[in-house]
């Protein structure tokens, strides 16, 4: 999973689990394809992981969202970059309406979470609804309102220690 690279204000912190000082922490995560993609699937022509979207083998249909959570105390958002998968109907009326001016009108739509975040329960499947945003916003994802820690911290938010608690793992793993 990478670092989407947009940081936070503080610039830098002590790292609990090196106890080096790292730039950061960073207020973004995510990976650059769904769980569902390989190297294989990659190697075919006929799927497609372009940016924002992805297809496989003509039947699975994903786009690239952010769930995003406040953080507590802060003027800050912290941000997942998720994959969500849409029905063919839906994903067809994104791709078309991508670049037209009010595409944030469009009703959201039902989707999977399709992301393995570093949670515990697994993330992947979680039920979400994905909102589009003006020409050149990443979706916005909705998490269903449900006990998983993941939608949880959506509703509530997270402490600056939430946020350096993940840069952490996300360096260094576990």
């Keep these: 999973m990478s670092n989407e690279g947009r940081m936070a204000d503080e610039g830098s912190f002590t790292c609990g689990r090196c106890a080096e000082l790292h730039p950061g922490p960073p207020m973004s995560y995510g990976p ?30 994903f786009v690239r969202g952010l769930i995003e959570i406040p953080v507590t105390g802060a003027d800050d958002t912290f941000a997942w970059s998720v994959w969500v998968s849409q029905s063919e109907e839906s994903f067809r009326d994104i791709v078309a309406a991508w670049d037209r001016p009010g595409r944030e009108s469009r009703a959201p739509s039902f989707g999977w979470l399709s992301t393995q975040l570093p949670y515990d329960p697994p993330t992947l499947n979680l039920k979400t609804r994905l909102h589009t ?10 998490l269903e309102p449900t006990d998983h820690p993941l939608a949880v911290e959506q509703r509530t938010g997270i402490t600056p220690a939430r946020v350096r608690e993940i840069a952490e793992r996300m360096r260094h793993g576990g």
């Design 133 to 142: 945003r003006p020409v050149g916003e990443r979706p916005w994802v909705e």
């Design 32 to 61: 650059p394809a769904p769980a569902y993609w390989s190297a294989e699937l990659a190697a075919d022509p006929d799927n497609v992981l372009e940016g924002e979207i992805c297809v496989i083998r003509g039947q699975g249909f």
